[in-house]
């Protein structure tokens, strides 16, 4: 008998080919925080933002019988024999994907809960909480799992109050604000090194050598 209600499913890579399993998922937890430190300045207290990271997901899952359990389960297990085999031939770590189109919830993660094995006597459905450790970061998503390394100058550039930040940039006092009509870098490279010449400059420099 096929199942029904099925709006959640889960895959990994596996010997070349996708494995996936689809699931009901009632609720569905998931969040951003901000890896970020404190610190006593000179007239209030400092906060330094360093960046966001995910923080652990969890779907729950809708099993209406035990056979939907057994089921479930030893696709999970099956899943984590695989990935600790030390033996296997992959270049990268075969994350799982769980994908909820309709939450728009798309994200690759590590489970690190769910593996349930026995009898429940008396129970008529089960609702496992299967707990994921986020394999990417915010604004990876339908992105491969890889990480990218901003130019430091562009990034500068982008946003002029990074001149301001803390360790690299200059610190301001309590209440003195900051001077955001150009972006004063100690490290700008075109502070050291004149940027290319326009044409104008160019013809100065050579009328000057004749």
Same mark, same amino acid.
């Given at each position: 008998?096929?199942?029904?209600?099925?709006?959640?499913?889960?895959?990994?890579?596996?010997?070349?080919?996708?494995?996936?399993?689809? +699931?009901?998922?009632?609720?569905? @937890?998931?969040?951003? !925080?901000?890896?970020? @430190?404190?610190?006593?300045?000179?007239?209030?207290?400092?906060?330094? &933002?360093?960046?966001?990271?995910? !923080?652990?997901?969890?779907?729950?899952?809708?099993?209406?019988?035990?056979?939907?359990?057994?089921?479930?389960?030893? /696709?999970?297990?099956?899943?984590?024999?695989?990935? %600790?085999?030390?033996?296997?031939?992959?270049?990268?770590?075969? /994350?799982?994907?769980?994908?909820?189109? $309709?939450?728009?919830?798309?994200?690759?993660?590590? &489970?690190? @809960?769910?593996?349930?094995?026995?009898?429940?006597?008396?129970?008529?459905?089960? @609702? &496992?909480?299967?707990?994921?450790?986020?394999?990417?970061?915010?604004?990876?998503?339908?992105? &491969?799992?890889?990480? $990218?390394? %901003?130019?430091?100058?562009?990034?500068?550039?982008?946003?002029?109050? +990074?001149?301001?930040?803390?360790?690299?940039?200059?610190?301001?006092?309590?209440?003195?604000?900051?001077?955001?009509?150009?972006?004063?870098?100690?490290?700008?490279?075109?502070? %050291?090194?004149?940027?290319?010449?326009?044409?104008?400059?160019?013809?100065?420099? $050579? !009328?000057?050598?004749?």
């Amino acid at each position: 008998m096929a199942r029904k209600g099925l709006n959640t499913t889960l895959s990994y890579q596996r010997g070349g080919g996708q494995h996936t399993y689809q +699931i009901r998922t009632g609720v569905l @937890t998931h969040g951003v !925080q901000m890896v970020a @430190t404190e610190d006593a300045a000179r007239a209030i207290r400092a906060y330094y &933002p360093h960046r966001t990271a995910m !923080q652990q997901f969890s779907v729950v899952v809708l099993l209406k019988d035990w056979d939907e359990r057994h089921d479930f389960t030893r /696709w999970l297990a099956g899943y984590a024999s695989y990935v %600790i085999n030390p033996d296997i031939d992959q270049s990268q770590f075969p /994350w799982m994907t769980v994908n909820i189109p $309709s939450r728009e919830f798309f994200q690759h993660g590590v &489970p690190l @809960t769910g593996y349930e094995w026995g009898a429940h006597t008396g129970q008529m459905m089960f @609702t &496992p909480r299967v707990v994921f450790e986020a394999a990417t970061s915010p604004g990876q998503k339908h992105r &491969p799992n890889v990480s $990218s390394v %901003i130019n430091s100058w562009s990034a500068f550039a982008s946003d002029k109050a +990074i001149q301001y930040f803390y360790p690299f940039g200059t610190q301001l006092a309590g209440g003195q604000p900051g001077n955001y009509s150009k972006i004063q870098y100690p490290g700008d490279p075109s502070l %050291i090194e004149p940027g290319p010449l326009t044409p104008q400059q160019r013809k100065s420099i $050579s !009328q000057g050598i004749r």
